[in-house]
């Protein structure tokens, strides 16, 4: 059977519950507006390490596959993407920038104390004017947003090619 000819049969926690583009299209292009906006002035690299370690910490699948791919197709190495799970023991990897924007990440994703910690805060604010601390922080919201959508949706990986949604 060729692969035009083949048909996808998922699993059913393999299949989307709901398409949320089609059935919630303002919400949907102002969400792509909104992360088009929080991008704005932050590292590219940097931008996909944070989606990335949100999506990680969320558990979204999707999320993960669209922006490891948009990592990996900007120069970002497989090396790094593999460590971001478990940064605090392999921060070589990082710059001090870089690991401030993951930490900073993990705090505003998980809120398990119900706040961002001073010291995580603080160690943002040194490497991270407050214009960029402010994308940041913007960028952080907008993928764990997305991450609740794909999570909730049941949003499938494995078909986004990278640049499918710039």
Known sequence: MSSAQET???APEHTPRLQFAQHAPEVYKAMIRLDAAAKRGLDPTLYELVKIRASQLNHCAFCLDMHTKDALA???SV???VQLSAWEESKHFYTGKELAAIELTEAITVLTDGFVPDEVYDRAAKHFEEAELAQLIAAITVINAWNRIGVTTRMVPG???PGQHK
């Open 8 to 10: 996808i049969e998922y």
């Open 74 to 76: 900007a120069g970002e």
């Open 79 to 81: 090396e790094r993407i």
């Open 159 to 161: 078909h986004y090619r």
